[in-house]
T-cell receptor, first 112, second 111 residues
Framework: DGGITQSPKYLFRKEGQNVTLSCEQN?????MYWYRQDPGQGLRLIYY???????QKGDIAEGYSVSREKKESFPLTVTSAQKNPTAFYLC???????????FGDGTRLSIL | DAKTTQPNSMESNEEEPVHLPCNHS???????IHWYRQLPSQGPEYVIH???SNVNNRMASLAIAEDRKSSTLILHRATLRDAAVYYC????????????FGTGTRLTIIP
C-alpha cells in the first residue's frame, strides 16, 4: 500500500544533541512538508519542499534543518539550537502544493 | 491566510448524523475549503474539500453556503471511529503551500 512512513515513533534527545527524524513516501508525490504539533494545539509548518534539492522555511524553522536529496525522502534534523523540541512531529506529502496532503503517523520527541 | 472559526467541541450519538459548522467570513474567491480530521496520536487525515458546490465522498458531505462565508461537514451516520478533532482549513489555489490549522472541533461520539 502507498503511504508515508515516519520513524521512529518515539524519540528521546539529550541536551545538546542533534536528532534526525525520518520521513519516506512511496506515493510519488512532489511536495513534502514537516509540521510540529504541541499539546492541544494545531499544526505549525516547519519546512516544506516542492521538488528535489529545493526547500523553503515555514513559520517556525529556527533550530531545524532538512534535506531533499531524493523525491521519496525528506528527513528533519532537530538541532541543539532548538531549545524546546518536545512535540509531536508530522510529515506530509502531496502531488503538488494545491492538492490534499497525506500525513504520516508522527514521531513524538521528548527531552531526557 | 483567511481565518476559520469552529466550535471547540461537539457531541453526537452513535448512528446519528453529525453537522460540524465552520465560519469563514473573510474567504476569498480563490480559497478552497478543506476538512481534515485527526484521531488521537495519529496524523491528520484528509476528509473532503470544495470550492462552491456541495461535495460528497465516501467519508462525508460538504455543504457550502451560497455566499461561501460558512460551510458544514456532514457525517451521515456517526460511528465511534469518527471521534476525532476536525479541522476546517482554507487553502488558496495559488501561492499557498501550507495548511494553517487552528484548534479544530473535538467530536465526541456517545455510544
Amino acid at each position: 500500500d502507498g503511504g508515508i512512513t515516519q520513524s521512529p515513533k518515539y524519540l528521546f534527545r539529550k541536551e545538546g544533541q542533534n536528532v534526525t527524524l525520518s520521513c519516506e513516501q512511496n506515493l510519488n508525490h512532489d511536495a513534502m512538508y514537516w509540521y510540529r504539533q504541541d499539546p492541544g494545539q494545531g499544526l505549525r509548518l516547519i519546512y516544506y519542499s516542492q521538488i528535489v534539492n529545493d526547500f523553503q522555511k515555514g513559520d517556525i524553522a529556527e533550530g531545524y534543518s532538512v534535506s531533499r536529496e531524493k523525491k521519496e525522502s525528506f528527513p528533519l534534523t532537530v538541532t541543539s539550537a532548538q531549545k524546546n523540541p518536545t512535540a509531536f512531529y508530522l510529515c506530509a506529502s502531496s502531488h503538488w502544493w494545491v492538492q490534499p496532503q497525506h500525513f504520516g503517523d508522527g514521531t513524538r520527541l521528548s527531552i531526557l | 491566510d483567511a481565518k476559520t472559526t469552529q466550535p471547540n467541541s461537539m457531541e453526537s450519538n452513535e448512528e446519528e448524523p453529525v453537522h460540524l459548522p465552520c465560519n469563514h467570513s473573510t474567504i476569498s474567491g480563490t480559497d478552497y475549503i478543506h476538512w481534515y480530521r485527526q484521531l488521537p496520536s495519529q496524523g491528520p487525515e484528509y476528509v473532503i474539500h470544495g470550492l462552491t458546490s456541495n461535495v460528497n465522498n465516501r467519508m462525508a458531505s460538504l455543504a457550502i453556503a451560497e455566499d461561501r462565508k460558512s460551510s458544514t461537514l456532514i457525517l451521515h451516520r456517526a460511528t465511534l471511529r469518527d471521534a476525532a478533532v476536525y479541522y476546517c482549513i482554507l487553502r488558496r489555489v495559488f501561492g499557498n503551500e501550507k495548511l494553517t490549522f487552528g484548534t479544530g472541533t473535538r467530536l465526541t461520539i456517545i455510544p
